[in-house]
C-alpha cells in the first residue's frame, strides 16, 4: 500500500463523511436489559515539519487521538453494572514515530496496539472495580481541557511531531527529539486494577497498580492515585480539575515519581476558557502549560474553536535544559457527521548548556470522524 493510496483513502472517507448522516456503531439490547455496541473512529491527518534545514511531509495517524475500533458489552445486575471494553488502535503510521530518517510502515499491527481489555464492575454505593488492559488512574491528568480543541492541542505538545530530531546551530542532527524534550508526565495504560470511589460533590478518587502486559521484556511497574472534580453547572461557568502521583519502576534502580496537575474552566455565555497543566519528576523534569481558547456557533455545521497555548520545561532530557513551544490551533464540527476538522501549527526550541540547536516546528491538519 502506497502513501498515494493511503492519501486517496483518507480524503475519500473525509469527503463521504462530511456527506453522509451521522452513523453510530449499531447496538443490540437482550431480555435482561444487556447491550452490546460497536464503535471506532478514524483520524488522519497532513503533517509537515520544518526542522530549520530541511522540511519533511508526511501523510499519518494523529497521535493526540489515534484512529480506533472497539465494543462494549453491558449488563446490569439490579443496582449495580457489569461492563467489558475490548478497544484497539488500528496501527496506522502514527505521527509521534516519524523522523527525519524516514518513515514507518503505512499499517503496523501487534499487541501493543491493544488499548483496552477491561473488564469493569460499578456498584451504587462503593464505587467501580477495573481489571485488565486500561486506563490507569493517572491516564489524561494533564489533559483537562474545556477549549473545544483537545483533539489535537493539549498539554502533549510533541504528539504532532515526537518522533523528529532537533539539529545542531550547525545544521547537524542531534540525539534529542520533540518527545524527549516535551514530555507531559501524563499516565497512560496497563495492565491493572483500578478502583474509582463513587462522585461526591464532583469529586472522584482513584488509585491503581499495573503493570506492562503486552511489550515484550518490559520490567515496568506502577501504581498511581489521583483526584478529580467536575462541574458544569457552577453559575456561568464549567470546571474540571486533576491531581495526582504517579510511582514508576523500570527495572532495578529506575525509579521516578511524579506529580501531575491541569485545571480548565469555560465562561458559558462567552465561550471564552482557560486551561493549565504542570507536572514534576523527582529525579528531574518538570514543565508549566497554559491555553487560551474561544468556542462559538458562527457557522450552522457546528462550533468553531480556536486556541492559542505556551509550553515551558526544564530538565527534561539533560540537567540545565530549556524547552519551550507555543502554537495555535483551529478546528470546526461538523455535528451531523460526528467530523472534526482541525489545522494547527507550532513552534519548537530546544536549548541545553553546551549546544545550540535550530528551532523547529509543525504543521499538523486532519479531521476526526467517530463512529
Known sequence: MNTKFVTQIGVTALVAGLGAPAFAGPTYENASGGTFRFYGQFN?????????VESYDALVD???????????????????????????????RSSDGVDQNGRPQNISWDRTRIRKIDL????????????????????????????????????????????????????????????????????????????DSPEVSGFTISASYGEDILSDNSDREAYDIAVRYGNDDLGDFAVRGALGVVWNENGPGTKTRDVVASFAVLHEPTGLSFAAAAGD?????????????YSANL??????????????GSDMVS???????????????????????????????????????LDGSSIFAGARWKF
Not at 497521535?63 to 449495580?80: H, M, T, Y
Not at 491528568?141 to 546551530?169: C, H, I, K, P, W
Not at 457557522?299 to 515551558?312: I, L, R
Open 44 to 52: 488522519p491527518a497532513y503533517q509537515s515539519f520544518d526542522d530549520g
Open 62 to 92: 494523529s497521535a493526540s487521538s489515534n484512529s480506533r475500533i472497539g465494543f462494549w458489552l453491558v449488563q446490569p445486575f439490579g443496582e449495580n453494572t457489569l461492563r467489558f471494553n475490548f478497544e484497539t488502535a488500528l496501527g496506522l
Open 120 to 195: 469493569q464492575y460499578e456498584t451504587a454505593r462503593y464505587g467501580t472495580f477495573s481489571f485488565g488492559q486500561g486506563a490507569m488512574a493517572s491516564d489524561g491528568l494533564a489533559e483537562e481541557d474545556l477549549s473545544g480543541t483537545g483533539v489535537v492541542q493539549t498539554s502533549s505538545v510533541a504528539d504532532a511531531a515526537g518522533g523528529f530530531r532537533f539539529r545542531t546551530s550547525a545544521g547537524v542532527l542531534s540525539n534529542v527529539t520533540i518527545g524527549d524534550a516535551f514530555a507531559s508526565l501524563d499516565g497512560g495504560r496497563l495492565g491493572r486494577i483500578r478502583y
Open 281 to 293: 519528576r523527582d529525579t528531574g523534569g518538570d514543565y508549566g502549560y497554559v491555553k487560551l481558547g
Open 299 to 312: 457557522v450552522p455545521v457546528g462550533a468553531t474553536s480556536v486556541a492559542v497555548d505556551y509550553y515551558d
Open 319 to 357: 540537567a540545565g535544559d530549556s524547552s519551550e513551544s507555543w502554537g495555535i490551533t483551529a478546528v470546526q464540527n461538523f455535528d451531523q457527521q460526528n467530523v472534526e476538522a482541525y489545522i494547527s501549527y507550532r513552534d519548537y526550541s530546544y536549548a541545553d548548556t553546551t549546544t545550540s540547536y
